[in-house]
């Protein structure tokens, strides 16, 4: 199956929670365009499509993994907020409140208008001074 036609169909997939598939199908994808000289003609799709398998990955509680992922979208394209907010929230669920506040602020330089960013880069701020305030 042609890269575009592949990545249409995970992207279906995605969209009807059919995870498991749309992951392979992502994975295949990410595969076709790191090939050879194609990288740098698909920096958008690829950023999408690392993004989205990260996304699957943070469903299983594959935090680790869904990062890389996140991390490699943010590589590909990186004027790209949303990835930097993703891997925000999972910095955040680990309790590394700077590193998730450095993502946060990044997906808001890049988009300003990004409220579920400034609500999270908000709530980051509340439990870090809260959890700075429990400590010895």
């Known amino acids: 199956m042609e890269g575009r036609a592949?990545?249409?169909?995970?992207?279906?997939?995605?969209?009807?929670?059919n995870?498991?598939?749309?992951?392979?199908?992502?994975?295949?994808f990410i595969h076709i365009c790191t090939e050879g000289k194609q990288k740098h003609k698909c920096a958008q799709?690829?950023?999408n499509a690392?993004?989205?398998r990260g996304y699957?990955?943070?469903l299983r509680v594959d935090f680790h993994e869904a990062m890389d992922d996140y991390t490699l979208a943010i590589?590909?394209?990186e004027d790209f907020e949303v990835p930097y907010y993703n891997r925000g929230l999972i910095k955040?669920?680990?309790g590394l409140f700077d590193h998730a506040?450095?993502?946060f602020k990044k997906a808001l330089a890049l988009n300003p208008d990004f409220k579920d960013a400034r609500l999270s880069l908000d709530q980051t701020l509340i439990d870090k001074k809260e959890k700075e305030s429990r400590e010895y």
């Open 6 to 17: 592949l990545l249409r169909e995970a992207v279906e997939l995605f969209q009807k929670q």
């Open 19 to 28: 995870f498991k598939t749309a992951e392979e199908c992502y994975t295949k």
């Open 45 to 47: 799709d690829l950023a």
């Open 50 to 52: 690392y993004n989205n």
């Open 56 to 58: 699957i990955k943070y």
């Open 75 to 77: 590589e590909n394209k």
């Open 92 to 94: 955040y669920r680990l």
């Open 101 to 103: 506040l450095e993502d």
